[in-house]
């Protein structure tokens, strides 16, 4: 777990007896009641959760971009028809890419800091001219 996070659950668990605002605040936002591991559990749930959301969003940005790539690649095109077709693929290609840098930095902020496996997981086609 992150720090940030851990310092998260650290706040909330000393703001018990604390009679000021911002820890009334944050006992109202995280309500525990004395049970931190049911909120850690419960912060791990939503992480996985965004998580999955972002992986998912990728998988159908790259899948839209290969079913246009199979209709370029499968047909036979007049000049114009494969000009649209090759902005749309790289108008997908590249709102993949962008759905794999935000799933990056999601990872980031949890402390994963090594992108290898989404890389190899998500490969992103090239550019076409």
Do not use: W
């Not at 791990?44 to 972002?54: C, D, F, N, T, Y």
């Not at 971009?65 to 370029?72: D, E, K, M, S, V």
């Amino acid at each position: 777990m992150s720090e940030r996070i851990q310092d998260l659950l650290a706040r909330v668990g000393a703001t018990e007896g604390s009679a000021k605002p911002e820890d009334a605040e944050l006992r109202e936002r995280f309500p525990c009641r004395g049970n931190l591991a049911a909120l850690e559990r419960e912060i791990a749930s939503e992480i996985a959760h965004s998580l999955g959301r972002a992986g998912r969003k990728l998988e159908a940005a790259l899948q839209q971009a290969q079913r246009t790539l199979l209709r370029i690649e499968s047909s036979a095109l007049q000049a114009d028809e494969r000009s649209v077709l090759v902005t749309r693929f790289n108008e997908e290609r590249k709102l993949a890419e962008q759905r794999l840098l935000d799933l990056m930095i999601q990872r980031e902020a949890l402390g994963l800091r090594r992108h290898s496996d989404l890389l190899q997981r998500y490969p992103i086609p090239p550019r076409l001219r």
